[in-house]
């Protein structure tokens, strides 16, 4: 009875988290994951890069099927980005000898391209178990419909996956960092009088072998001279 009492007279403030508690890791292991983003989150905070909307973003036709675009065709294409649970889908329509490069700007689909003849690979795609430049190569036009349904058997492109560059901030070197470049640094100026040696070495090799290739060209000259002498005894 005397705890019950005491338990009414403090009221709900007794079960009431302290702010300090909330952020403690005993109390955020029982929070769900939004409130850790909440708790996580600065107040103010403004990302520093933040992704640009395309023109279906704006307009929000970003999920319509190509029917519904106005895309036409009789060749159902799906790109495929990626592997897995990650992987994304895009599904389009387009006529035998399409350019692939047309179609994918048109379904949406992104592909890093290099060269854009065809001779870098930076866009080989596989379709169908075979590999293609979307750069240069058409949607194929030796397709056959289906027998019964009239309908052309459906396409799928794989296409690379994109990876994000990572630039990171800049920060003061550490100690570590000075002593690992006076490593680099003493490395590389044994490196250069090592090979400063060995080409001191090879050119006097060449200054040698000059100097006796002229010693023998003056000898056989000589020797020329004296037979011609022989020969004409009354040039002399």
Known sequence: MIVAALLMSLGSNAFTVPSSTRTSPLFMSSTTEDEKLKLTKKEGYVPKWKKKETLA??????DLS???????GSVPITFQQGKG??????????????PLKLVASQAGQYIKYGCGKGE????????????????VDVVPTDLEPDA???KYPPLLIQVKGTKAK?????????AKSFLLGFW???L?????????RKAKKNWQERMDKEAEIQRLTEEKKRMRAEEAAMRNPQAQ
């Open 188 to 196: 590389g100026m044994m490196g250069f009088v090592r090979d400063r």
């Open 148 to 150: 019964e349904t009239g």
């Open 85 to 98: 649970e990650s992987a994304t889908l895009i599904q389009t329509t387009a006529l035998p000898g399409q």
């Open 120 to 135: 870098c690979g930076t866009c080989e795609s596989l379709c169908n178990g075979k590999y293609l430049r979307p750069c």
């Open 57 to 62: 973003d704006l307009t929000g036709t970003a």
């Open 66 to 72: 190509a029917q519904d675009k106005g895309l036409i």
């Open 166 to 174: 990572v630039v990171s901030s800049g920060k003061f070197f550490s």
């Open 184 to 186: 680099n640094n003493l």
